[in-house]
C-alpha cells in the first residue's frame, strides 16, 4: 500500500477520538470569511446571537441595552482565506424595536 500527498497543506490537527459538530465541520468547508461574536461572560445569558448559514448576517436580540450594547463591541469581521481578496467590505447595521 503507498500513500501520498499532492498540493499544498496550510494546518492539520488530528484529535483521536474525538469529533468536531456538524457547524465546525460545515464551515471548514464553506466558511473563508464572515462575522464572529466572543460574547463575553457577563451578556451570554442576557442576549441570543445567531448566525444565518454562511456567517455573513447574524441577529442580537435581547432586552438589555448595556448587555446589546456589549456584544456589539464584540463583533469582528475574519477572514481565513489565504489571499484574502482586496477591497472594501460593506457593514449595514438595522435595529428593530418591540
Same mark, same amino acid.
Request: charge should be positive; charged fraction near 25%.
Given at each position: ?6 498540493? %499544498?497543506?496550510? +494546518? ?9 459538530? *456538524? *457547524?465546525?465541520i #460545515? $464551515?471548514? &468547508? =464553506? $466558511?473563508?470569511? +464572515?462575522? #464572529? ?14 448566525f444565518?448559514? %454562511?456567517?455573513?448576517?447574524? =441577529?442580537?436580540?435581547? #432586552?438589555? /441595552?448595556?448587555?446589546? #450594547?456589549?456584544?456589539?463591541q464584540?463583533?469582528? &469581521?475574519? %477572514?481565513?482565506?489565504?489571499?484574502? =481578496?482586496?477591497? /472594501?467590505?460593506?457593514?449595514? /447595521?438595522? @435595529? @428593530?424595536? *418591540?
Amino acid at each position: 500500500m503507498s500513500q501520498f500527498f499532492r498540493g %499544498n497543506l496550510a +494546518g492539520l490537527m488530528i484529535r483521536s477520538g474525538k469529533l468536531e459538530n *456538524k *457547524k465546525v465541520i #460545515d $464551515c471548514l &468547508y =464553506t $466558511c473563508k470569511e +464572515g462575522l #464572529d461574536v466572543q460574547l463575553p461572560e457577563e451578556v451570554a445569558s442576557a442576549v441570543k446571537v445567531a448566525f444565518n448559514p %454562511n456567517q455573513s448576517s447574524l =441577529t442580537v436580540e435581547g #432586552d438589555d /441595552i448595556e448587555a446589546f #450594547d456589549k456584544v456589539m463591541q464584540h463583533i469582528s &469581521y475574519l %477572514n481565513s482565506r489565504q489571499f484574502p =481578496t482586496p477591497g /472594501i467590505r460593506h457593514l449595514r /447595521i438595522s @435595529t @428593530t424595536v *418591540k
